[in-house]
């Protein structure tokens, strides 16, 4: 079947219309450039070891020969620019500081940083559901040729298939691809800027075609022998070594930590968590006594403010992961607690958010067992603690590089709360890579599936960490290419140690680096499944502003709630006390909160579509209470989530070792936009 790729006349010129208004730059003698649609300062960003000439010719004077690398640099002039030839961009950049420029960078040198979108990949999956690499093209006509043929599922096998002759077999329009391994952005930082796209309709399904540089921080291509898919030593870094960068995967640590319901609804049950819990870490601990596997505790009630008797909202019991002989004892001295709660519902997000902040062991595989029989407050919620939703939670987990699997017990004395406590478990427990959550409902008048499940856990985990210790490599290449049919518990284990797997081997792959090339964010023999995820690069103080102007909006919305006055109106006055009197807040019945001066310049800047940025009076005012609920919800959850990535220090990115920790990165997902 021929994918049709429909580019209707409107929604083309509107998509390019958008695209071009968003990229076009009006450059004034002796002025820093300016990106037309923010009126904000054109940027550059030099690649590692980029040379700064004092005038635009390679003869002249050089004034550093090693610039600061992703290092912010304002553009003055564009001269004879021109990017048509991917792997050879012409012309110069006149670059400096805010006052005054103060020399001349090649074009190939450096990346036109007109707004902070960027994509990574995403995690490639196991068996049937695993994706193929990234390819990269020189040229959008070669990939859209591939895309609209009739048998372009064929003619992208024949790609990878030339990619897998010795010599490599390719198109010279084909100049790179992705690593086989998978690299993760957290792991090892790289940069995949966006520069132009192309919006397609592929199977009813929208993709992308875009046009990406790859850099990678501290590191370059060796001009005369560039990363391409004919280059020896690329095509050999893909395949899988033994040795990886001096590490061995046997020496991989394995942490579990329990985050587990211990409100007065979990009594009956208590003691047979307990135990199961206490098997699953005597029966791994017994068979792996000499591997490096520890254990965690946490557990989790209802807001201890509101019923001060609870004893804690959430608890962690093991400040310090321990191994399986004293966690044995640790657990046994854990009780119910001896009060109700207001409702049904507990601080379950709380409790998984204290399991996130577990010390966790260097080098390790984290993995976060939940246990519980209720579902977590919403946000706003009088008892909610962390006002935050479980997609939200997710997002941080899958920042930190952990994994949950879910055990939610189902009382039928709560019917009502199944159906919220199954969504919310359901969406902690979605993992990268996985083709369905790790969440495994358990009937509590069966007395034998609660052991049965966590026996299978116990069994799941020790057979695999068994396999990684005696048979290395060879055993991991196994367990990612095992196509497990099963749904039971042990092939959710099975699925989310061959992801984890996965990750770890990434992390002695290298991107591609300094090319311009043109990808599509699909798989290109399947195209339902997503490639490429798209990201914003934000700075540490971008964050900070972002997070003041969302309180803002918070704050002006319970004013206006607990006096019943105009929302708008409220949140003028709001606004002008945190900007101390500068007045740059500007906000009518007509204006939107985008332009209002509120919100940061740099969210104007980006190309997605944002219901907040387009709020104003009169669309505020028809929204019904529930979706302005909703939206005050989201709100809530996204200041949570910021403060969470804020917080922590280890998933912030140093383009440059110079920097202060303002001025740190973090590749945040679109999703994660108000």
């Not at 553009?75 to 020399?103: E, M």
């Not at 040229?139 to 096998?157: G, M, P, Q």
């Amino acid at each position: 079947m021929k994918i049709r790729i429909i580019f209707s006349i409107l929604s083309c010129f509107l998509i390019k219309a958008v695209f071009a208004e968003q990229q076009a730059v009006e450059c004034q003698k002796n002025k820093v450039c300016q990106v037309v649609s923010t009126q904000l300062p054109l940027l550059g960003l030099p690649r590692p070891f980029t040379k700064i000439y004092k005038k635009a010719d390679a003869k002249s004077m050089i004034i550093t020969d090693n610039s600061r690398a992703f290092y912010p640099l304002y553009i003055y002039q564009r001269q004879n620019i021109d990017l048509s030839d991917a792997t050879n961009p012409q012309g110069w950049y006149h670059v400096g500081t805010k006052r005054r420029p103060f020399g001349w960078i090649k074009a190939k040198d450096l990346i036109e940083w007109k707004q902070a979108l960027v994509v990574s990949y995403t995690p490639p999956g196991q068996g049937d559901e695993r994706r193929n690499p990234v390819l990269m093209f020189n040229n959008k006509e070669t990939l859209i040729n591939i895309i609209e043929s009739d048998d372009f599922d064929k003619k992208a096998e024949n790609l990878y298939k030339g990619l897998n002759n010795s010599p490599v077999k390719v198109p010279d329009s084909l100049v790179s691809s992705e690593p086989n391994r998978f690299v993760s952005i957290q792991d090892k930082f790289y940069l995949l800027p966006i520069i132009d796209f192309e919006k397609i309709d592929v199977f009813e399904d929208d993709a992308l075609l875009l046009q990406v540089v790859a850099a990678t921080p501290g590191s370059r291509a060796d001009e005369n022998k560039p990363d391409t898919v004919k280059n020896t030593a690329f095509t050999e870094q893909v395949l899988m070594e033994e040795t990886l960068e001096g590490e061995n995967i046997k020496d991989l640590n394995f942490d579990i930590v329990f985050v587990m319901d211990l409100t007065n609804s979990m009594g009956p049950y208590i003691e047979s968590t307990k135990r199961a819990i206490r098997k699953v870490a005597a029966m791994i601990s017994h068979k792996h006594s000499s591997t490096h596997i520890k254990y965690g505790l946490v557990g989790y009630r209802d807001n201890v403010k509101l019923i001060p008797k609870l004893g804690f909202t959430a608890k962690n019991f093991t400040p310090k992961l321990v191994t399986g002989e004293v966690f044995d004892k640790v657990i046994a001295n854990v009780k119910a607690a001896e009060v109700g709660s207001l409702d049904y519902q507990e601080e379950v997000f709380a409790g998984v958010n204290m399991g996130v902040k577990s010390a966790w062991s260097e080098n390790s595989f984290k993995t976060i067992i939940l246990v519980g029989d209720a579902s977590s407050h919403l946000p706003n919620h009088k008892q909610s603690t962390t006002n935050t939703t479980a997609g939200t939670l997710r997002d941080t987990i899958s920042a930190a590089k952990i994994n949950i699997i879910a055990l939610h017990l189902k009382n039928k004395r709560a019917k009502l709360d199944h159906a919220l406590a199954t969504r919310q478990f359901s969406t902690l427990s979605k993992n990268p890579g996985a083709e369905k959550a790790s969440y495994y409902p358990i009937n509590t008048d069966d007395k034998q599936a609660y052991e049965k499940a966590t026996k299978e856990i116990a069994i799941s985990f020790s057979n695999l960490i068994d396999d990684i210790n005696k048979k290395g490599l060879s055993a991991v290449k196994n367990i990612i290419q095992k196509q497990d049919k099963k749904t039971g518990i042990g092939s959710m284990v099975q699925s989310i140690v061959a992801n984890e797997l996965i990750r770890y081997l990434g992390k002695a792959a290298n991107p591609p680096r300094d090319l311009t090339v043109w990808v599509m964010d699909r798989d290109l023999v399947d195209p339902a499944k997503k490639s490429l995820e798209v990201r914003v690069l934000v700075k540490k103080k971008d964050l900070n502003s972002l997070i003041i102007s969302l309180e803002t909006i918070l704050e002006a919305y319970d004013q206006a709630k607990a006096t019943n006055k105009d929302f708008f109106n409220t949140l003028q006055a709001v606004a002008a006390q945190v900007s101390a009197g500068k007045d740059r807040v500007t906000l009518s019945e007509s204006s939107k909160l985008g332009k209002s001066g509120l919100l940061p310049n740099w969210i104007n800047g980006l190309p997605y579509k944002s219901k907040l940025l387009d709020l104003d009076e009169d669309k505020f005012s028809s929204l019904s209470a529930s979706e302005k609920t909703d939206l005050i919800d989201r709100l809530d959850g996204l200041v949570s989530a910021y403060k969470e990535i804020n917080e922590s220090t280890q998933l912030w990115i140093s383009l440059d070792d110079k920097d202060d920790s303002l001025e740190h990165v973090y590749p945040l997902v679109l999703g994660l936009l108000p």
